[in-house]
Structure formats: structure tokens, C-alpha cells
């Protein structure tokens, strides 16, 4: 049986759909829905991009951090922002509660369905490339992630069936009992 209490928690790049995968998810199995962007705007009065732009890549980092780390939900889908994984201890405290699905598309997919950066209130280092931010964060959202999605030939629904299906793979899958 599947555990009542847990979480489901998306990580992927900007572009992977972890919202509108997260949010098709959470109907299908009746859970709540949490997106930590607006978690974020919502306690700092700010968008991400506005956060990045006076006080920089960390300031956004480390308000994601705070917001993952006083985040107590119980039977919900979230959906992370896409430096969630640059803190061991939010990553530490949304394991306990809850399986992690990484989304993973190719850098290929997350500019065609991007298109300008420069708006998203990407979290990453001056004169970082894009290449590299990518590659960066692939390592550490493989590390954290109890499945893996693929999803780049799969449309938002089919990447839903595909999560669903892969977490009868998993032991102590989040999902309420059936």
C-alpha cells in the first residue's frame, strides 16, 4: 500500500513542467498542489526575476531555501523551484516527507520551451553559461531523485501516465492508498 502522508516533490529544470505536470498529478490522485515559486513571491512581495536582479542568484537561493525548509505539507504534489537542489538540507527535509520525481529534459527541450531567460528569475552565477548551469544541476537533481521522468518526446499528459505508472516502482511511493 502506498503511504497517505506523503509527498510528491518535482525537480527539473526551469521548462520541465513541474507545475503543469505537478498540477495534472495532483487531480489524477487526489492531492493538494504546492508551487514554491509562488511560495517564494508570496513572502518576499517580489518575482524571482525582481529578487535576482537587485540582490542576486543566492538571495533567490536562499529564500527558496528558507521556504522548502518551513514547508509542512502533507499529501501534495510540489513543485520546486529550479535551485531547490542547491540546499542539502531543504533536499534532506523534502526527502522525509515525501518521494522525489526528477523531470528530465534535454537542454535542446528547455530552450524551445523557454525561449528568453532572461525573464524566468533563473538562480545562477554571473557569466554562467547555460551549458553549464544545466549540466550542473542534472548531477544534483539524479542525486536526490528517487524517479526519474523523461520527458522529452511526451506531452504534459503522457509524462503524467509515465510518472504514475513509475512510482509502483519505487518503494513507499507518495501517493494516498488506493
Known amino acids: 500500500m502506498l503511504e497517505k502522508s506523503q509527498n510528491l516533490v518535482f525537480v527539473g529544470m526551469p521548462g520541465s513542467g513541474k507545475s ?3 498540477v495534472l498529478v495532483a487531480k489524477r ?20 526575476q525582481h529578487i535576482v536582479d537587485q540582490d542576486g542568484y543566492v538571495a533567490l537561493r536562499k529564500a527558496e531555501e528558507q521556504v522548502l525548509l518551513n514547508l509542512n505539507a502533507q499529501q501534495h504534489v510540489i513543485s520546486t ?24 529534459i534535454s537542454l535542446d527541450t528547455v530552450f524551445a520551451r523557454i525561449g528568453d531567460f532572461s ?17 550542473e544541476r542534472s548531477a544534483l537533481y539524479s542525486r536526490y531523485a528517487d524517479l526519474t521522468i523523461r520527458g522529452d518526446a511526451l ?24
Open 29 to 48: 490522485l487526489g492531492l493538494g498542489f504546492i508551487d514554491t515559486d509562488l511560495l517564494i513571491q508570496q513572502e518576499t512581495g517580489r518575482t524571482l
Open 81 to 104: 523551484g529550479g535551485s531547490a537542489v542547491y540546499s542539502d538540507a531543504a533536499m534532506r527535509h523534502l526527502k522525509t516527507g515525501g518521494t522525489v520525481v526528477f523531470l528530465d
Open 155 to 178: 506531452n504534459h499528459e503522457q509524462v503524467c501516465d509515465a510518472l504514475i505508472d513509475g512510482l509502483g516502482s519505487i518503494k513507499n511511493p507518495a501517493a494516498p492508498n488506493s
Open 20 to 22: 503543469t505536470v505537478g
Open 119 to 135: 525573464l524566468r528569475g533563473i538562480s545562477k552565477k554571473p557569466n554562467q553559461s547555460l551549458l553549464e548551469l544545466y549540466e
